[in-house]
T-cell receptor, first 111, second 111 residues
Framework: QKEVEQNSGPLSVPEGAIASLNCTYS??????FFWYRQYSGKSPELIMF????GDKEDGRFTAQLNKASQYVSLLIRDSQPSDSATYLC???????????FGKGTRLHILP | DAGITQSPRYKITETGRQVTLMCHQT?????MFWYRQDLGHGLRLIYY???????DKGEVPDGYVVSRSKTENFPLTLESATRSQTSVYFC??????????FGSGTRLTVV
């Protein structure tokens, strides 16, 4: 059974600080990794994807991947109240057609 | 408009009734997916389709039926609605190598 694990939170971070969201996955064959943001009452929105070990930066967001440890993280620098949302980690195994989602971490940025 | 649209946005139905949720995408993406999202369970895959006339079960297919006669449409039918099918339903499509794009969702209440 492929699994994607996230701490449900809520994770409270002061405005302007770095928010760190973590995710572990069970299948070593996983090749593609995604982070989605979901505001309350809205649909998930893709914000980052990463395929290779290391870091990938996009604006205030950095995705980090460590395949040996089966660990993916998302860093949000200079956190803003508008970053308050649930963040879903998702993993795709190449031999499968599907993406497996974690249950999400609720992030709350404190003004 | 380009994108992926779901209808209706909200639906209330009675136990035992058949109800169909619609999903339409304008990109000609091969893959389409139906998820339900419930508190405590996250996103769970119901059915997916790799192309027209090709469908496959996901994690929670019981009580649901799908069809895909055209690439752009992927309706989900609840044959005899039960209260346990009260949920938010998301349709998504995928381009090869990238994550999913989600529709706005349908909030279904079975009374």
């Amino acid at each position: 059974q492929k699994e994607v694990e996230q701490n449900s939170g809520p994770l409270s971070v002061p405005e302007g600080a770095i928010a760190s969201l973590n995710c572990t996955y069970s299948d070593r064959g996983s090749q593609s990794f995604f982070w989605y943001r979901q505001y309350s009452g809205k649909s998930p929105e893709l914000i980052m994807f990463i395929y290779s070990n290391g870091d990938k930066e996009d604006g205030r967001f950095t995705a980090q991947l460590n395949k040996a440890s089966q660990y993916v993280s998302l860093l949000i620098r200079d956190s803003q109240p508008s970053d308050s949302a649930t963040y879903l980690c998702a993993v795709k195994v190449n031999r499968d057609d599907k993406i497996i989602f974690g249950k999400g971490t609720r992030l709350h940025i404190l003004p | 408009d380009a994108g992926i649209t779901q209808s209706p946005r909200y639906k209330i139905t009675e136990t035992g009734r058949q109800v169909t949720l619609m999903c339409h995408q304008t990109w000609s993406h091969s893959y389409m997916f139906w998820y339900r999202q419930d508190l405590g369970h996250g996103l769970r895959l119901i059915y997916y389709s790799a192309a027209a006339d090709i469908t496959d079960k996901g994690e929670v297919p019981d009580g649901y039926v799908v069809s895909r006669s055209k690439t752009e449409n992927f309706p989900l039918t609840l044959e005899s609605a039960t209260r346990s099918q009260t949920s938010v339903y998301f349709c998504a499509s995928r381009t090869d190598g990238l994550g999913y794009t989600f529709g706005s969702g349908t909030r279904l209440t079975v009374v």
